[in-house]
C-alpha cells in the first residue's frame, strides 16, 4: 500500500461517519435485504432505489418468500426498475439458498459467490456490510476513486489495471470496520468523486491522491475504447378495440433481453401483417436506447382485425389484456413510452 493511504482510510472512514447519507438499508445488518438494496443500486439511481427497496421486502420480506414467488410476482414488483435479469438473478438465488443451502444464507464473500447471479462486487459488499467480513468491493464508483488515488495510467476495463486496483482495494479493505469502509468508498465515489466533476477541495482524501495532485482528476480512470452500441429498427403494432379497450399484447420469451416482459409486438418487418385487412395508423418513431443496443421504433395502430393473433418469433405467447389487468403483467420501459405516445391511459 502507498505510504500516505493507511492515514487517508482512518481520514476517509471519519468523513463518512460526518457526512453518509441517510439511506434506509444503511439502518439494517440482514444480508438480505443488504443484497436486493445492492443488486437494486447496481443501475438505478439511489432515489428511485428508496421506494422499490421499501416495497419489495414488503412484499418478499425473506428469502424463503422471494423463493417461493412466481416469476411473473416478482418481475412485477420490479417493474420499472429496468435491466431485469437482476431480479430474475434475485429470484434464482432466493431459491437456490432454499434448495441448496437448506435456507441458509451465506455468511462470507466466498459462500456468496456460490449463489446464482451474485458476482464478487455483490459478494464483497454483503459480505463486509452484512458480517464484517474485510474484503473489498469494486464496483464502477471504486474503479474510479482508487484508480484517480494512484492516477492510474492503465486501463481500468483492462486486465493489467484491473490487478492493481484489485490489489490496493483487497489490502485497504483488510483494515479496522469492514462494512463502513465498503460503505465509504462507495458514498465518496457517489458524491464527490463524482465521474466529471470531483470536488477535490471537499475530499477528505485529497492529500493522498495522485490525480488531484496532478490537477486534473476527471482524466482517470482511463478506459479502453468501447464498442458503439449495435443499431437495431422494429415496428411496434398496437392493436386495439375499440369497445372493450383490450389491447393485443405478446410475452417475450424467458431467456434474453426483457425476458418474460409484455408489450406490443415488435417486429423486424411488416411481412407478417402486410394482408391486414384494415389499414394501419402511423405514429411516428422512437428511439429506446439499452446497454448495448440504439432501438429505433416505428410506432403504428390498427383495430382488432388488422391481424389476429400475432406472435412473432421471440415471443411465447400472446393475449387481448383488459385495462384492469394491465398493471398485473410486468412491462418494459418501452412499453410504457409506446403507450404514452399513443396517449393510452395507465391501469
Ligand atoms: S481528491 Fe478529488 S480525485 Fe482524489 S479522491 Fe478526492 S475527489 Fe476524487
Not at 427497496?53 to 416478482?74: I, K, Y
Not at 372493450?244 to 434474453?256: K, L, M
Not at 421471440?314 to 404514452?340: A, D, N
Request: hydrophobic share 45%; charged share 20%; with cysteine.
Amino acid at each position: 500500500m502507498q505510504s500516505s493511504l493507511p492515514a487517508s482510510r482512518a481520514d476517509l472512514l471519519a468523513w463518512f461517519d460526518q457526512n453518509q447519507r441517510d439511506l434506509p438499508w444503511r439502518h439494517t445488518r440482514d444480508p438480505y435485504a443488504i443484497w436486493v438494496s445492492e443488486v437494486m443500486l447496481q443501475q438505478t439511481r439511489v432515489e428511485t432505489v428508496r421506494r422499490y427497496w421499501d416495497r419489495w421486502l414488503e412484499t418478499f420480506p425473506t428469502v424463503a418468500s422471494l423463493a417461493a414467488a412466481s416469476t411473473e410476482a416478482v418481475l412485477s414488483q420490479w417493474q420499472g426498475l429496468g435491466y431485469y435479469r437482476r431480479a430474475r438473478n434475485l429470484h434464482a438465488g432466493a431459491v437456490f439458498i432454499v434448495e441448496q443451502l437448506g435456507g441458509l444464507i451465506p455468511t462470507t464473500a466466498a459462500a456468496w459467490q456460490t449463489v446464482p447471479g451474485v458476482g464478487p462486487y455483490t459478494a464483497g459488499a454483503i459480505a463486509s456490510i452484512a458480517f464484517a467480513e474485510p474484503v473489498p468491493a469494486v464496483d464502477g464508483n471504486v474503479l474510479r476513486v482508487l484508480s484517480r488515488w494512484l492516477a492510474l495510467e492503465l486501463p481500468i476495463d483492462g486486465k493489467p489495471g484491473r490487478a492493481v486496483i484489485d490489489t490496493l482495494a483487497a489490502e485497504l479493505a483488510a483494515g479496522p470496520r469492514p462494512g463502513a469502509w465498503t460503505q465509504a468508498l462507495m458514498e465518496l465515489g457517489a458524491t464527490l468523486c463524482t465521474p466529471t466533476s470531483p470536488a477535490c477541495l471537499l475530499c477528505p482524501v485529497a492529500a493522498a491522491c495522485a490525480a488531484a495532485a496532478m490537477g486534473d482528476p476527471s482524466r482517470f480512470p482511463l478506459k479502453a475504447k468501447a464498442k458503439a452500441p449495435r443499431e437495431e429498427h422494429r415496428f411496434a403494432l398496437a392493436l386495439l378495440q375499440a369497445d372493450t379497450r383490450a389491447e393485443w399484447w405478446v410475452q417475450r420469451q424467458e431467456q434474453g433481453l426483457l425476458g418474460g416482459l409484455w408489450e406490443f409486438p415488435l417486429l423486424a418487418s411488416l411481412e407478417e401483417v402486410e394482408d391486414a385487412a384494415e389499414p394501419l395508423t402511423h405514429h411516428g418513431d422512437l428511439l429506446h436506447i439499452f446497454t448495448h443496443i440504439r432501438l429505433s421504433v416505428t410506432l403504428l395502430s390498427g383495430a382488432e382485425g388488422s391481424t389476429s393473433d400475432l406472435v412473432p418469433s421471440g415471443y411465447q405467447t400472446g393475449r387481448w389484456v383488459l385495462p384492469e389487468e394491465r398493471e398485473t403483467l410486468p412491462q418494459s420501459r418501452l412499453m410504457r413510452k409506446l403507450r404514452e405516445r399513443l396517449l393510452l391511459p395507465t391501469g
